[in-house]
C-alpha cells in the first residue's frame, strides 16, 4: 500500500511587502506568497494577526506592491494584468492588462493623485495608471531600444519624474512621463551590468 507523503519541496517565498493604513486608521502589512495560485496576505500591526488571505487569479507571486496617494493597494498580477484592493477590504479588483502584450509587471511605484507607475516584460516598458483616466503608456515605448526589463521603477513626487531601472543590459532612465522625454543617468562602466534595480 502506496501512502501519498504530499510534495518533497514547498516554495514559502515572498518578494515584496508593503505598509498600509484602513480608512479607519488601522494599520497593516500586506505581502504576496508564491504558489499556484499566488496569495495575497494581510496582517494586523502590531498584534500580527492574519486579516486576510486571498487567491490571485492566474497569478504565481509578484515581485513588489505598492500603496497609492489615495490609499489604495495595488499588485502585479499575472498575464499583464494589475490588481487592487481597499486595505481593510477583501474585494480584490482586477483592473485590466496594464500594456497589450506586455506579460509581467515586475515592480510598481506611486505617484500624485491616485496615479501608480509599473514597470514592464517584454517590451521594457512603463506604464501610468490614474483611477479616472485608465492605463497609459507614460514612455511612448521601451523606455532603451532593444532592452526587455524593467525591473525598478521608483516616483520623485515633487517633480514628478519617474526613475527607471532597466536590464537585461543596466541602465538607469530619467522619465518624464507628461513629455516621455528619457535620460540616460547611469555611467557606461556600469552599463554591462545584468540591470539596474
Request: charged share 25%.
Amino acid at each position: 500500500k502506496f501512502t501519498d507523503l504530499g510534495p518533497q519541496v514547498t516554495a514559502t517565498t515572498i518578494q515584496g511587502s508593503v505598509f498600509a493604513r484602513t480608512d479607519a486608521g488601522a494599520d497593516l502589512v500586506y505581502t504576496v506568497a508564491r504558489g499556484q495560485p499566488g496569495h495575497l496576505l494581510g496582517y494586523e500591526l502590531p498584534s500580527g494577526k492574519p486579516v486576510l488571505d486571498l487567491p490571485i487569479p492566474k497569478t504565481d507571486g509578484c515581485w513588489n506592491l505598492a500603496v497609492s496617494s489615495d490609499g489604495w493597494l495595488y499588485l502585479p498580477g499575472g498575464e499583464g494584468h494589475l490588481f487592487r484592493v481597499r486595505p481593510g477590504t477583501d474585494r480584490l479588483e482586477d483592473l485590466g492588462v496594464a500594456l497589450a502584450g506586455e506579460t509581467i509587471i515586475w515592480d510598481l511605484s506611486a505617484g500624485n493623485d491616485g496615479e501608480i507607475f509599473g514597470g514592464t516584460y517584454p517590451g521594457g516598458r512603463v506604464f501610468r495608471y490614474q483611477p479616472k483616466e485608465g492605463f497609459s503608456d507614460a514612455g511612448r515605448g521601451s523606455i532603451v531600444a532593444g532592452e526587455n526589463y524593467v525591473r525598478a521603477v521608483a516616483v520623485h513626487r515633487p517633480s514628478e519624474k519617474v526613475f527607471v531601472g532597466v536590464g537585461s543590459h543596466a541602465h538607469l532612465i530619467e522619465l518624464d512621463p507628461k513629455t516621455g522625454a528619457k535620460r540616460e543617468l547611469l555611467p557606461e562602466k556600469y552599463r554591462a551590468e545584468e540591470a539596474a534595480y
